[in-house]
């Protein structure tokens, strides 16, 4: 069993005791009492957030990466096909080929419908498709973007100021109340349903691509 000199939370003996009229010092023990219970806080809290975002982080990295994959090839029916009209285009002029060697009218081969200048309109579902998969590909990147921010929140959080243990207890107490005022826990918090979201949305537009 270990003596009551163990304990680390005991700041009695672990800290000596102030002087008479230095018990709010620049050095006094309620300082670096303070300090000490907030390193323990600090560190229980950002570890379990940096668990969460280094997690959500490469989740968010391999979906956008597929999405992307996805809208590469889906945005193209938004425009206009111009293989598909050269295609066509070429297949008329052989027929007005065909037509003039054989001493036929010319006006009797069928116009191609489409050309560069013909009026294209995507199909309700590609747009539908097309629409869905950059809402959930936003999302995705926009998650990834927080995440990223938020990391840099809790290095600049958890960096170790400079000075007495007085500034340092004050500068502590500044950042928590700026992570407080930031709603930095709740966008942490809000992060893995953004991700859903982005995840759901896009296996609706691949429900209504097959």
Known sequence: M???GN??????????????YEELGP????WRTYLEECAAFDIEMVERWR???DVLLVFAGLFSAVV??????????????????????????IGVQRTAANGSLVNDVPRSGLTPFSDFRP?????LVNGLWFTSLSFSLTTALFVVLTKQWIHQYMSAPSGTPKDRCRVRQFRYMGLQQWRVGF????????????????????????
């Open 2 to 4: 270990g003596g009551k």
């Open 7 to 20: 304990d680390p939370f005991d700041y009695e003996q672990k800290f000596p005791e102030d002087k008479q």
């Open 27 to 30: 050095t006094a023990r309620v």
């Open 51 to 53: 668990d969460g975002l």
């Open 68 to 93: 992307t994959t996805f809208v590469a090839q889906t945005s193209q029916s938004l425009q206009v096909d111009y293989g598909q009209v050269t295609a066509s285009l070429l297949f008329e002029l």
């Open 123 to 127: 199909t309700a579902s590609d747009s």
């Open 187 to 210: 966008i942490i918090g809000l992060l893995p349903v953004l991700m859903s979201a982005s995840l759901c949305i896009f296996l609706v537009g691949l429900v209504v691509f097959l």
